[in-house]
């Protein structure tokens, strides 16, 4: 998913008793941060490579090479300043996606997840929808306005192949959705109207993006 668009903050609240921008304040981490000095960046697939456009292969094999993708990914998604990334976003046929994304708390979240399933909500947990502005690496300097539940939850399996469970509220509820998503074959666009999805690829058309992208076909 792309970095929060300027015009998130015109639909959010609370933030005037934020501390200033360059205050220092400490910033929790929940997850572990990846060794920058593996991996290596690669070129952003966009909308219309048929690889963005199908559901991508589950996991089976534990092992180095699932370790390596996600080293890539994290150098793809800071090189692309995006807050998530999943693998076919790289031309990966594998259900990864890695993360490093902030709630609204100002929480920053930081990890991957393989073979991730979005859960149903808990019975009796009320569905919220958040207003908020989406963007995705994958469809290049457009943005767009789209409720989502406020709140969600991913299981699937870290790199050694271990059980996991990802909970999320506010922009990285947003964030979970979004990259799970992707590993299905879906864009955020994909759940727009028709007009405004239409606006968004005339937006991505007029743009150029600030990151490598896969030429299409
Ligand atoms: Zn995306």
């Known amino acids: 998913m792309a970095e929060q668009h300027d015009h998130q903050h015109d639909h959010q609240h609370d933030h005037d008793h934020e501390p200033a921008q360059g205050e220092a304040q400490p910033v929790k981490v929940v997850g572990e941060e990846p060794d920058l000095s593996k991996g290596t960046a690669r070129p ?4 219309g490579n048929p690889v963005l456009h199908r559901e991508v292969k589950d996991v089976t094999a534990f092992d180095g090479e699932v370790s390596a993708l996600i080293d890539d990914m ?3 998604m800071y090189a692309a300043e995006g807050v998530g990334l999943a693998a076919n976003q790289i031309g990966v046929d594998l259900k990864v996606f890695v993360y490093d994304c902030p709630d ?3 929480v920053r979240h930081v990890g991957h997840v393989i073979n991730p399933v979005l859960e149903e909500l808990p019975a009796g947990r009320k569905r919220v929808l958040a207003d908020g502005n989406e963007g995705c690496l994958s469809v290049p300097t457009a943005y767009a306005e789209l409720p989502r539940p ?3 939850v991913v299981t699937g399996q870290d790199k050694d192949g271990n059980p996991i469970r990802v909970e999320g509220t506010g922009f990285f509820a947003r964030c979970l959705q979004h990259e799970t998503d992707h590993l299905y074959g879906f864009l955020y666009i994909d759940k727009l109207s028709k007009r405004d999805r239409k ?3 005339r937006q ?3 743009g150029t993006p600030r990151y490598a992208t896969v030429a299409n076909g």
Do not use: H, P
């Open 74 to 76: 994290f150098q793809s």
């Open 199 to 201: 606006d968004a690829l």
């Open 104 to 106: 609204d708390e100002g």
């Open 150 to 152: 406020d709140y969600a």
């Open 204 to 206: 991505m058309a007029e």
């Open 44 to 47: 952003i697939t966009v909308y």
